[in-house]
């Protein structure tokens, strides 16, 4: 303890040096002349008095400096004169300053803004209770399985939830019915995440009974939004799809879960009396929360074992391997493991350009490490050891780098929201994104890592000097030529890291474009397309839903300038499609297996025409279709029918839902859509694509056959104006006040948002790519201008000896391109091997991609020679006079 | 610092506690002669070492220091001891005591064979 305040004493006595000394010289002082006093005293004269009491009290100076290293630390006291040293330099030298001081912010600065990310999105434990016992499962489940598993789990408490669905909001606090996004969840879901409501409560065992669950929660900004924040709320009913339901509970603000959009909960509706719902349709995803003491190893033997159970409970049989790669992973690792790579690449990245900077500065430092050789020879001579002379020089170095991290950390708040805002919204957990203790603690660590790094190589160099010839006149030569080698190498290490950088840019942004100019089968522009989504129990009577959809089209098509109009059950790449288990004829499904999956698409007759998916072979859909007295017609994809039928006519071929027992009729054959994402027609559990007209026959889900309440009209228009979507809601609400219009948005819109994720990594990536290169031409650019300066005598002789000055140009041009090209060569190789990591990010493009290789290349020599350009022309009019008579 | 002279150290901050407690309030410079006198001026080469340890007793907190006037009014730097300074001089005369107990004990001629 005592020692501990002695050291604080010591340390507060840094700050108060003077005024000590001070003290100490009159104490002295004092001293002597009482000693005098007592000598005079005794009886000797003035000068032997003052002589002896001046030996008795020994070496004053001594004293000073013994008491000078008690009082306060030596070692601080010398990191502070190194410091301030190392600002004054910094102050004489405010263009090396600036420049090593930016380049470092830039890379920290990046760097603390990807690792921001990646703290927030891989790092951080999920926000619940116990995140670590949270496991999920790798396939969806329907209720029924999940129901069994609940039930039979002895290893875990199990919980399902949706997707997400959306709810027409109608009546309390709501004057137009509005869409909201919200998700059903069984009763136990809250409490199994281990996450409390602002307040209310959440849903209790059993409320995902029918009759027990017209309840629902709701988030903060819903809240907030629709009904004012009032605290009353709770207990009281809203309408949702126009039934009512009693707010139970309120979620505090950050708590969006499943998807970022979700606005409300409500809980599962478990009907086993509704076979087709319970067994069939709406998979979901499963949590689960691991019982104390069960590992997850215990927990997948688990699950796998409970297939079995699963099946013996089905309605129907199921086929042998459903499910059988389901397994768990923590929770955590499920929901990020998507983005995972992506962000591990951009990290990557990013931690390469910092390399190149830190390259940068090396270089800067031992430019001027060489015009300091004098001052270091000098301090040499006057006794520094080779320690302090280092001590020194690293100071000045760590010192740039925490200027340099403290810029980038307020560089980063800026770049961290530009980073968030590119990324898709719908990036898991972006939201718990944010600067913390880590973050900051990762900002410090990489200053002090990036100081000794650029630092120790120019440091060490420059301590060790040879004094004669450094300090003879023109003794710079000998630490030039030394340093230069050095200095190349971390050039070429420069162009190398840049050209990786830039290859891998150049591969994600080619891959982005072949995915946007990949055509999608279907026309995009002047498509406008809109949610309409009238209330289930509305389309309940029979012919209602219909005759308003015919209303409504005709109606729209009505308007000026819409050239024409019609609905589908959902559009390509919007994620909304129905699967319907088929029967195909001819086709024999093998006993255990699965039969076969059609993806449903019910349209208008105009859909085809208005998309512009070309007709190959038989008819489109007439309103003939439509009508009461229609015959069951599809049209399949050339895909489909090559599928089920290689090398027949699939013309006039049937099909049916397996559930139903008549037959469809195949009367014509369209060319296959990228329904699913741009780099694929249908996802690869489904078979096939088939379209069936918007009438009596039109088949939704498994249900009996009954029209789809919820379609998106396409209006295909040359009129700017009608795209924005006002006109059309106006119209619907003429018609029906209580229909909701929602997802108003441009086709293209819908295809630029499926191509939002790869758009972002490109983008992202290409900025660091552009940085990199522009930080590898400062650093071209520095030692060109370096040597240039260096080389001024020789250049001097060379055209006093009749070389021509565009040789001279030539010369310096030509040193830039080797430096370069070997640059570009080891950077070629590395990119070779490390562009293999982000091959899945690529799309119609190899990794190792000749033709960006080549571009890359030229890109780079043509920076190199640009960025040297301008010293080698100030080397050609050099002034042979004035460069010999130099130094 | 060697080992001896951290024996040194802190004899002389106990010398210089005991003194401060039997003469009171006191200079730097009567410090010294105070101890040199007791020690029969065996102990004290150089005055000025005893400067350093003022300090560091100071710093721990057993004495505190204050300008003042001397007898034939001259300004000097008094020091005193702190509640902590008679505490830590009763402790170490304690452990001193009892060290050279020991000391004499062991060192005493012939005691081994008894």
Known sequence: MRTLRGWLKRLSGIFRKDHRDHDLSAEMETHLAMHVEDNLRAGMNQQSARREALMKLGGVEQTKELYRERRSLPVLEVLFQDLGFALRTLRKNPGFAAVAVLTLALGIGANTAMFSLVNGVLLRPLPYADPDCLVGATNYYPKGPFVVMRERSRTMDMAANTDGTDFNLSGVGVDTPVRITGASVSANWFSILGVTPESGRVFRTGEDQPGNNALVILSHSLWQRRFGGDPGIIGRSIMLDGESREVVGIMPPNFRVPSPKTELWVPLQLDIRDIGDYWGSSYMPIVARLRPGVSLEQARHELAGLRPQIFAAYAWPMPNDAWAKSTLLPLHELMVGDVRPKLVILLGAVGLLLLIGCANVANLLLARATTRQKEIALRTALGAGRWRIVRQLITESLLLSILGAALGLSMAFYGLAALKSTLPADTPRISDVAVDARVLAFTATLALLTGLLFGAMPAAGASRVDLTKALKTGGEKSGAAKGHGFSRSLIIGEVAIAAILVIGAGLLVKSLWKLSTANPGFQQDYILTARITPNQSFCEVPGRCQSFYRDLLMRVRALPGVKGVSTADGLPLSGIWETIPSDIEGFTVSPGAHGPMLMERVVTPDYLHIMQIPLLQGRGFTEADTADSSQRVALITKSTAEHFWPGQNAMGKHFKPRWLKDWWTIVGIVGDVREASLTQNVPDWIDGEMYIPFGPHAVAGRGPERAPAEMTLLLRTSDEALLTGGTLQSVVAELNRDVPVSQVQTLSGWVSDAVAGPRSIASIFSIFAALALTLGAVGIYGVISYSVAQRTREIGIRIALGARRPEVLLLILRQSALLALAGIGIGLVGAFFLTRLMASLLYGVSAADPATYFAVSVLLIAVALAASYLPARRAMRVDPVVALRYE | ?114
């Open chain 2, 1 to 114: 610092m060697s080992p001896k002279q951290d024996v040194w150290q802190g004899t002389l901050a106990l010398m210089v506690l005991k003194t401060l407690e039997a003469l009171g309030p006191l200079h730097g410079y009567g410090v010294a002669r105070r101890i040199e006198q007791t020690s029969g001026a065996q102990l004290i080469v150089n005055y000025g070492t005893l400067y350093p340890a003022l300090l560091k007793l100071e710093q721990e907190g057993y004495i505190s220091s204050e300008w003042g006037q001397s007898d034939n009014n001259r300004k000097a730097k008094y020091y005193k001891l702190t509640r902590a300074g008679r505490k830590q001089l009763a402790r170490e005369a304690k452990e001193w005591e009892q060290t050279t107990a020991i000391l004499e004990r062991f060192l005493a001629p012939g005691e081994e064979h008894s």
